[in-house]
């Protein structure tokens, strides 16, 4: 049974920077491709990034690139989403979650990813 497990969510001030772990077991990390998906109040799953499994290929929504990084370490068997220069619009319940396609397929459409964490708080606020 896959299980994903993030943590290093926080609250954080306009302008600052964290970074959300997401620890995988129950499969092999370097097999599947692994994403960021992100839920505010009132609002539908929002795909924020994917890391592909074979060759590392990421893929970025247009509200945040420039300002995220999506990594993956096989060995630790953990896949790191780096968040810098944070807004208020960014505050959302953060979660990872893994598909079996390749990630040029599998994109950021939460319908393919079949195993999803519990989810990590992001508050970005003064």
């Known amino acids: 049974q896959a299980q994903l497990v993030e943590s290093g969510g926080g609250l954080v001030q306009p302008g600052g920077s964290l970074r959300l772990s997401c620890a995988v077991s129950?499969?092999?990390?370097?097999?599947?491709?692994i994403g960021w998906f992100r839920q505010a109040p009132g609002k539908e799953h929002e795909g924020v990034s994917c890391?592909?499994?074979?060759?590392?290929?990421?893929y970025y929504a247009d509200s945040v690139k420039g300002r995220f990084t999506i990594s993956r370490d096989n060995a630790k068997n953990t896949v790191y989403l780096q968040m810098n220069s944070l807004k208020p619009e960014d505050t959302a319940v953060y979660y990872c979650a893994t598909s079996p396609y390749p990630a040029v397929v599998a994109g950021l459409r939460p319908p393919v990813y079949n195993y999803w964490g519990q989810g990590t708080q992001v508050t970005v606020s003064s």
């Open positions: 129950g499969f092999i990390l370097n097999y599947r491709t």
């Open positions: 890391i592909s499994s074979s060759d590392g290929s990421a």
